[in-house]
């Protein structure tokens, strides 16, 4: 098999699992504080099949991908979550929000563990596929963390921002819930070049532990 196949399948591979642990942290912290909706849409897992979106983790990352664009970004199916199920009200959005961010960051250490311990006890050098499955996961799960941190909807920095302002700024809200998408885009556009010195910054960061 042809070795760039190999790595557009590992590529997938590592978005697919990064979106799924992330997708399913905020069923898992939505379902903790009460609220069971997304068990019964079937959320509540870590199978990649129930959060796959066409667009988002299939069409857009394989396009930029292809495209040698530098960055891949995506998305998952957003996990349904009725807030007003919610045993905290105040602070349980942002708790849910944050529940997928701190799962890449776990995972992301993980990866990174790993990789120190094969460096380590194994004669495994750069060139070998677990060893850039690794990375890949590793700089992934970081910067789908940092990435959507952002406070703009529909990131998840967004629910936090807004369980942090007080009430006098709900026009805000109402504005940034309203044209959030739109906001988004623009910054993608525009400044996408944030997105590639994280990853870089990443990949130096990485280098110091290999």
């Keep these: ?11 997938f591979l590592g978005f697919y699992l990064a979106l799924s642990v992330h997708e399913f942290s905020h069923a898992l912290a939505a379902y903790y504080l009460g609220d069971k909706t997304a068990e ?10 129930a959060h796959i979106d066409l667009v988002g983790t299939l069409i857009l990352p394989l396009f930029l991908i292809l495209s040698n664009a530098g960055v891949v970004v995506g998305w998952a199916k957003p996990v349904p979550v009725n807030y007003y ?6 602070w349980g959005p942002a708790i849910v929000s944050l529940a997928g961010p701190l799962a890449n960051f ?47 909807p529909p990131l998840d ?4 921002l807004f369980s ?15 044209y959030g998408l739109l906001i988004l885009i623009f910054f993608l556009i525009f400044f996408s070049g944030f997105l590639e010195v994280i990853y870089s910054y990443i990949y130096k960061l990485l280098n110091l532990f290999m």
């Design 1 to 11: 098999m042809d070795f760039s196949i190999i790595l557009l399948v590992i590529n």
């Design 40 to 49: 019964h849409a079937g959320r509540l897992t870590l199978n990649p099949l």
């Design 85 to 90: 199920n919610l045993s905290n009200q105040r």
């Design 106 to 152: 776990i995972f992301g250490i993980f990866c990174l563990i790993v990789l120190k311990i094969i460096y380590a006890y194994t004669s495994l050098t750069g060139s070998n596929l677990l060893i850039n499955f690794l990375i890949l996961l590793i700089v992934i799960n970081f910067v789908l963390m940092i990435f959507n941190l952002i406070p703009i």
């Design 157 to 160: 920095g967004s629910k936090v």
């Design 164 to 178: 942090i302002l007080p009430d006098k700024y709900n026009n805000f809200k109402v504005f940034l819930e309203q």
